[in-house]
T-cell receptor, first 116, second 112 residues
């Protein structure tokens, strides 16, 4: 158990819909990272927040948005969903601002999103 | 940003030592090397990180030659539970996290 929690574990929705994925980082961690993992794309970095502020942006679609709240939990909002958005979405956290060094991030169990 | 190359897959047997090599020919001076392990349908788990020479922790060793153009993750006495995908990452700790690239990883299969 990494100490990072994600809800829900599974989500099935229809094309065109909007969903919100939630992540609670480990106690004391200030950074939250969101990743998408699909069968054909591997693990893709989406976005990072550090202590409430956006710190880095990866290949995140404009239909996706995220935020980190004062209590440090984070939400990833996916809208106008398409079939291709079906994937595992992971949240990770770290104590500091772990940048491209990829240094010790703790990953949650993921949310499996299925768009039908 | 340094690109990494790893074998797509490897097989071994329980009790053996497994070495997975990652090639990163254009590694930069400030880049660190990090390895993660991922089981099916689970998030990756940090294994080890290093800059040069050798780093060892309770689960693995990381060997980095002087030119740093490659690195080798060594797993001693593997068991069936070590069957997983292993990712090698190379990046500058002062660069944006947007530079984090997990790549395709190495699928390690351990047999009885």
């Amino acid at each position: 158990d990494s100490g990072v929690t994600q809800t829900p574990k599974h989500l099935i929705t229809a094309t065109g819909q909007r969903v919100t994925l939630r992540c609670s980082p480990r106690s004391g961690d200030l950074s939250v990272y969101w990743y998408q993992q699909s069968l054909d794309q591997g693990l893709q970095f989406l976005i990072q927040y550090y202590n409430g502020e956006e710190r880095a942006k990866g290949n995140i679609l404009e239909r996706f948005s995220a935020q980190q709240f004062p209590d440090l939990h984070s939400e990833l909002n996916l809208s106008s969903l398409e079939l291709g958005d079906s994937a595992l979405y992971f949240c990770a956290s770290s104590v500091g601002d772990e940048r491209a060094g990829g240094g010790e991030q703790y990953f949650g169990p993921g949310t499996r999103l299925t768009v039908t | 940003l340094a690109k990494t190359t790893q074998p797509i897959s490897m097989d071994s047997y329980e009790g053996q030592e497994v070495n997975i090599t990652c090639s990163h020919n254009n590694i930069a001076t400030n880049d660190y090397i990090t390895w993660y392990q991922q089981f099916p349908s689970q998030g990756p788990r940090f294994i080890i990180q290093g800059y040069k020479t050798k780093v060892t922790n309770e689960v693995a060793s990381l060997f980095i030659p002087a030119d740093r153009k490659s690195s080798t993750l060594s797993l001693p006495r593997v068991s069936l539970s070590d069957t997983a995908v292993y990712y090698c990452l190379v990046g500058d700790v002062d660069s944006s996290a947007s530079k984090i690239i997990f790549g395709s990883g190495t699928r390690l299969s351990i047999r009885p």
